[in-house]
């Protein structure tokens, strides 16, 4: 599908780490509240949540749209903190480590989960997978000395 390259090679730009993380949130909760759930800008590419989690210094509530990757029918799903390939961990990450328990919005129904930072061969098996579903996540790797959290959040 070449318009789906193309989004991938232009997400993949310096450029687009330096304005996306500006622009697509900002745009992604407005049409999320416009359209009261229904719809989430972004997910036209990539399947999307809006995940609501308790910042882990201030203890608010946080509302963040994110990409992610359905598993098993639904019933959990995988966030990849790539950050747009940014040299700094995002904040969602902070506030799961901090606190797991939080809610997501997926395709306009609100669902309770609890988040899991994947780590050794277990994220090694799902960051191949994630190198499939969105190749740009590995430029963004290549861009960062930090290693890209990948978490699984599952119903609770």
């Known amino acids: ?44 590419m ?5 995940l609501t989690s308790t910042g882990a210094r201030s203890g608010l509530a946080r509302r963040t749209p994110l990409a992610c990757m359905p598993e098993d029918g639904g019933r959990s799903w995988i966030l ?12 969602w990450t902070h506030n799961l480590l901090a606190h797991p328990d939080a809610e997501i919005d997926w395709k306009g129904t609100s669902i309770p989960v609890r988040a899991r930072l994947l780590q ?6 799902v960051w ?16 960062v000395e930090r290693e890209i959290r990948l978490f699984r959040i599952s119903r609770r």
Do not use: C
């Open 1 to 44: 599908m070449i318009g789906e390259r193309a989004v991938q090679k232009i997400s993949s730009t310096r450029g687009f780490a330096k304005v996306a993380p500006h622009v697509v949130p900002v745009l992604d909760r407005a049409v999320h509240r416009l359209t009261r759930g229904r719809v989430l800008l972004s997910a036209r």
């Open 46 to 50: 990539l399947p999307g949540v809006i």
């Open 80 to 91: 990849v903190g790539s950050n747009f390939g940014r040299t700094d961990h995002p904040s």
């Open 120 to 125: 050794g061969e277990e994220r090694a098996e």
């Open 128 to 143: 191949r997978t994630a190198l499939t579903f969105w190749p740009p996540y590995a430029t963004y790797q290549q861009r």
